[in-house]
Each structure stands twice: as structure tokens, then as C-alpha cells.
């Protein structure tokens, strides 16, 4: 079982980050208005069938956007080069490039970006 349940990354702007990851993700983020009950707008990550999820934009309870701290990988389907490209292209920044994890760490291969956001989000591709 994974230690993992749930993970939320922090945003400014809703609108801006959800665009920039259904760019990088080729995926659609769903936004959800949550202010009434947790003063949260939310954007919901693609769910990959166990571990979920989302974008918050929430500065009264200090979800402010950061290069430090803890570090999410999200999967990329398909070549991790391709998403880089497309990172770059919605605004964001390459800080690792595409680097081989290697067979004794299962193969694979991972990079870091800098969001639309100024968050570091790791990648992880099999490509």
C-alpha cells in the first residue's frame, strides 16, 4: 500500500494553472468552485485509478506556490521530451532536464519543471 493518499499543489491563479497542465498533462483539468465550503477553488489532476490530486488555490490557508519543500512527481504518458516541450511552450521552466533513472530504481526516466505557478513538480515517464 502506498504511503500516498492525496496531494495538492498550491496556485495563484486557478485559470493559468489548470490551463498550463491540461497542456502539459494533454489532459483535461476540471475546476471546481469550493469557496463556500473550504474557501478553495480547486482543479482536479487526471486520476490515474488509486492516487488523486488537485491544483488549490486557497491563500487564507496558506497555499502559497513554492520551488522548495516537498517534491510531486506526476506521471506523463508518453515521451518525457514531448511534455518538456509542452511545460516550456504553456510557460513553464525546465530545471532537470529528461534524465535515465536507470534499471535498479525500476527504469524510466524523470525531469523537473517549474510551474506556471513557481512550483517545482517533478515528472516521471517510462519514455
Known sequence: MSALHWFE???????????????LLSAPIRVLDLT?????????????????????????????????????YLVVDGDLDQALARA???????????TPLGGDSGGG?????????GNRVGLFSSE
Do not use: C
Open 9 to 23: 499543489i498550491p496556485v495563484e491563479d486557478i485559470q493559468r494553472a489548470a490551463a498550463f497542465y491540461e497542456r
Open 36 to 72: 463556500e465550503q473550504l474557501g478553495s477553488m480547486i482543479g482536479m489532476l487526471p486520476n490515474r485509478g488509486g492516487l488523486g490530486g488537485a491544483l488549490v488555490q486557497n491563500s487564507q490557508h496558506g497555499y502559497v506556490p513554492s520551488s522548495t519543500g516537498t517534491l510531486v
Open 88 to 98: 516550456s511552450a504553456a510557460g513553464g521552466q525546465v530545471l532537470l532536464p529528461k
Open 109 to 117: 526516466f524523470t525531469a523537473w519543471i517549474a510551474d506556471s505557478e
